[in-house]
């Protein structure tokens, strides 16, 4: 349980931060209450967690030898292609993760009022970084780490870890918003990946 917790909280704490969704809760924040967007923006991620964690919990259904086989492979191999991202990025700060982000917001803000509700602020931030995060690099390590590590722990560390890069965001995210390297966290990524690949590894032998 306390392995299955530590790993998803770092996992997410360090693979979120500077994220799509995390630049996304920094521009709602700028524009409505600090508060309002904190919940939709957890609320959405850790309905996201629950569902990748039950997703993990089916696959875990699976011969245990093919999983724990497939589980190696897909940490190593998302590992090395970080890195290998990482390496072709260009050096400093990069803000295309930004981009993303504020023409997401900007597109779905030009569909609703200008007026809006404490609910309906609460509404887009979930569904926003709901969207964001589906298919996401996060939701795929979750949903792997549930199918071979104990659900409760998984789901509580994930969580925690995006409470925490949620209240980063909207507290001093703008502060912090244009220091992201986007290569940096590209690479530590990575780093966790293999990481996680060679525990598993480690805990088959």
Partial sequence: MLTAFT??????TFSEL??????????LAMRHSRRLVFAGVVAALAAMTVLSV???????????????FAEIIFFVGFGVKLLYEASQMPGGVDCEEAE????????AELKMPKQ???WAIVLEAFML????EWGDRTQIATIALAASQPAMGVTAGA??????CAAIAVLGGRMIA???SERLITAIGGGLFLLFGAIALWEGA
Avoid: C, W
């Fill in 18 to 27: 500077g994220d799509k969704t995390f630049f996304i809760a920094v521009i």
């Fill in 129 to 132: 970084t709901f969207l964001a």
């Fill in 159 to 164: 969580i925690l870890g995006h409470s925490i």
């Fill in 7 to 12: 790993a998803g909280l770092l996992f997410i």
């Fill in 100 to 107: 993303e982000a504020i023409a997401t917001v900007k597109k």
């Fill in 178 to 180: 244009g220091r992201i």
């Fill in 54 to 68: 039950l997703m993990g919990q089916v696959a875990s259904l699976l011969p245990q030898n093919y999983l724990h």
């Fill in 116 to 118: 809006k509700t404490p």
